[in-house]
C-alpha cells in the first residue's frame, strides 16, 4: 500500500497538495498521513505563560489537521493518519519519515506566485537526500487539473 506524506498548515499549497494526495491514495489503494508542524515558540516568558502559548499553537496545528482529515473522509476517501508535532520544520519532517519507513511519497505543492517556500526549497534543494520521491504540485492547478493529474 502507498503512503503519501501531506504537511498540513493554513497555506492554499497544502490543500492542493492534500487533493492530490487524496486522489492519488484513491488510484492506488494508499493512505494519506497529514503532519501539522508547530513552529518552537520564540517567546521566553515564565514557564506557566510560555507554556500557554506553546499550548495554544498546539492547539491552533490540532485543528487544522482534523479539519483536513474531515475534509479527506467527506471527498470518499479513508481516514488518514494524523499527526501533530513541535520543533523546526524540516527537522520534524525528515524525523517523522524516519519514522515512517512506510511513507511512499511527500507531496508539496508550489506557491501560486512568488518563490517557492521553505519546505520545498528544503527538499527539492540540490544535494538533498530523501529517503522517499518528493512529489511537487505546480500550485496554479484548478480542482479538475489536479484530478486529472492524480
Given at each position: 500500500m502507498r503512503v503519501y506524506l501531506v504537511i498540513v498548515d493554513e497555506s492554499e499549497e497544502a490543500l492542493v497538495a492534500l487533493r492530490y494526495a487524496a486522489r492519488r491514495a484513491a488510484q492506488t489503494d494508499g493512505t494519506v498521513h497529514l503532519l501539522a508542524l508547530v513552529p518552537a515558540q520564540p517567546f521566553n516568558a515564565f514557564a506557566g505563560v510560555q507554556a500557554t502559548i506553546e499550548e495554544e499553537?498546539?492547539?491552533?496545528?490540532?485543528?487544522?489537521?482534523?479539519?483536513?482529515?474531515?475534509?479527506l473522509l467527506s471527498q470518499g476517501g479513508k481516514m488518514p493518519a494524523i499527526s501533530v508535532r513541535m520543533g523546526e520544520d524540516t527537522k520534524v519532517v525528515r524525523d517523522y519519515l524516519e519514522e515512517h519507513p512506510e511513507v511512499s511519497a511527500l507531496v508539496l505543492a508550489t506557491a501560486k506566485d512568488g518563490g517557492p517556500?521553505?519546505?520545498?526549497?528544503?527538499f527539492t534543494g540540490l544535494g538533498t537526500r530523501m529517503p522517499c520521491p518528493v512529489f511537487l504540485i505546480p500550485g496554479n492547478l484548478s480542482e479538475e487539473e489536479i484530478d486529472r493529474l492524480s
Open positions: 499553537a498546539r492547539s491552533r496545528a490540532e485543528t487544522l489537521v482534523t479539519a483536513a482529515a474531515g475534509n517556500g521553505p519546505l520545498v526549497s528544503h
